[in-house]
């Protein structure tokens, strides 16, 4: 059981390229979620997938895309990626709603855009 | 949307004593409370969560307080340890969604 799982794990990116993310739960978890932590700014939710099929904007979704594969994965892309994207990017599950609460994280992406 | 204030943002504590850490929340609706632990380079890690039916949560050295009037909930951990020291989040949770404080940094020094 890996839980939630994150690649790649480290990325440079020139400014202007573009890049995916990839996640993948072995939860069977509805809720996927995409976050973003910058120094000082705590956890910044991107986007949010509550089940297959479904997305929305979280609270910093501009210059961001996602794609729920199927239950256990949930990507994200960056179409042109800017220097104030550098950041460390959080994938997370959750069965929220069916009675448990708890986000699992995965590892996280340490993304920096020259 | 939700606003999740939290103070301080560096604390200091000799092993032995204890910390507390507080939060803010600016919308009634959240019903779920998490506090998360993160270690450099590590992804944050759930230690304790209250929900808005209960007041107060222990788990050893641990304890949640959530005052739903007030809108603030805090972190009490006793009789610290030095493998105790890392940046904890709190957060608030409405409708799926998940908004963070900006994170307590915590050194407890032997």
């Known amino acids: 059981n890996a839980g939630v799982t994150q690649t790649p794990k480290f990325q440079v990116l020139k400014t202007g390229q573009s890049m995916t993310l990839q996640c993948a739960q072995d939860?069977?978890?509805?809720?996927m979620y995409w976050y973003r932590q910058d120094p000082g700014m705590g956890l910044r939710l991107i986007y949010y997938?509550?089940?297959?099929?479904t997305t929305d904007k979280g609270e910093v979704p501009n210059g961001y895309n996602v794609s729920r594969l199927n239950k256990r994965e949930f990507s994200l892309r960056l179409e042109s990626a800017a220097p104030s994207q550098t950041s460390v990017y959080f994938c997370?599950?959750?069965?929220w709603g069916q009675g448990a609460y708890e986000q699992y994280f995965g590892p996280g992406t340490r993304l920096t855009v020259t | 949307g939700e606003n999740v204030e939290q103070h301080p943002s560096t604390l200091s504590v000799q092993e032995g004593d204890s910390a507390v850490i507080k939060c803010t929340y600016s919308?009634?609706?959240?019903?779920?409370f998490p506090w998360y632990k993160q270690e450099l380079g590590k992804r944050p890690q759930l230690i304790i969560d209250?929900?808005?039916?209960?007041g107060e949560k222990k788990d050893q050295r641990i304890a949640v307080t959530l005052n739903k009037t007030a809108k603030h909930f805090s972190l009490h951990i006793t009789e610290t340890q030095p493998e105790d020291s890392a940046v904890y989040f709190c957060?608030?949770?409405?409708?799926?969604?998940?908004?963070f404080g900006t994170g307590t940094s915590l050194t407890v020094i032997p």
């Open positions: 997370a599950s959750s069965e």
């Open positions: 919308d009634s609706a959240s019903n779920y």
């Open positions: 209250i929900r808005s039916n209960v």
């Open positions: 957060a608030a949770s409405i409708s799926n969604q998940f908004y």
């Open positions: 939860m069977n978890h509805n809720s």
């Open positions: 997938s509550a089940s297959e099929g």
